[in-house]
């Protein structure tokens, strides 16, 4: 079984307007971390938001804000007024905790994201 | 800044040959991984390291040997490189196994074997 969905293989949004990246995830650790990344077309793999499982209020980075439902076991990103630079591929990741015994990140199959002017 | 920093972005090599790539980090992290990234199947693990001389395989390790002789360095061997091992591979390194450590990755490096 998948542990990270994320169902939206491409997607447009309009330059200023939100996105909103759908992530959900499967665990039965107690502890485990959540993280997104983004890849623009060089290929880097830039850090993006981070949300813990215990943190009880979403994360929020600039424009980046984490939509975290535990119950749900989602983990949406939030991208608030595009811009053309957000055009990329975004990926969600978990890291478990030690409950798992693994050091292992789980990676997404990434969201094609493309901004339109 | 943490840096890491992969020894090519593009290389090309032919069926048979035995390939190394190199991957270094500066800030003393415990974990190393090094990733395959094929369109539509995101970032597949080959192997990782959380400590210098320990490595284990992650999903996809066939056909792929690893090396950490020193904490800073984490070197990805293919024995006998294969036209299906064409890809982007991205090293990446995180300070320990506590699960709310992000990555840090390498620019890739985009390998084609003919």
């Known amino acids: 079984a998948q542990k990270i969905t994320q169902t939206q293989p491409g997607m447009f949004v309009q330059e200023k307007e939100a996105v909103t990246l759908d992530c959900t995830y499967d665990?039965?650790?107690?502890?485990?971390?959540l993280f997104w990344y983004k890849q623009p077309s060089s290929g880097e793999m830039i850090f993006l938001i981070y949300?813990?499982?215990?943190?009880?209020q979403n994360a929020t980075e600039g424009r980046y804000s984490l939509n975290f439902q535990k119950a749900r076991k989602s983990a949406n990103l939030v991208i608030s007024a595009s811009q053309l630079g957000d055009s990329a591929m975004y990926f969600c990741?978990?890291?478990?905790?030690?409950?798992?015994?693994?050091?292992?990140?789980?990676f997404g199959t990434g969201t094609r994201l493309k901004v339109l002017a | 800044d943490v840096k890491v920093t992969q020894s090519s972005r593009y290389l090309v090599k032919r069926t048979g040959e035995k390939v190394f790539l190199e991957c270094v980090q500066d800030?003393?992290?415990?974990?190393m991984f090094w990733y395959r990234q094929d369109p539509g199947l995101g970032l597949r693990l080959i192997y990782f390291?959380?400590?210098?001389?320990?490595?284990e395989k992650g999903d996809i390790p066939e056909g792929y040997s690893v090396s950490r002789e020193k904490k800073e360095r984490f070197s990805l061997i293919l024995e006998s490189a294969s036209t299906n091992q064409t890809s982007m591979y991205l090293c990446?390194?995180?300070?320990?196994?506590?699960?709310?450590?992000?990555?840090?990755f390498g620019p890739g490096t985009r390998l084609t074997v003919l």
């Open positions: 990446a390194s995180s300070p320990d196994f506590r699960p709310y450590n992000e990555q840090f």
């Open positions: 665990t039965s650790d107690q502890s485990y971390g």
């Open positions: 949300q813990g499982s215990y943190d009880e």
């Open positions: 990741a978990m890291r478990e905790g030690l409950t798992s015994g693994t050091y292992k990140y789980i």
């Open positions: 800030m003393d992290h415990e974990n």
């Open positions: 390291s959380y400590d210098v001389k320990m490595k």
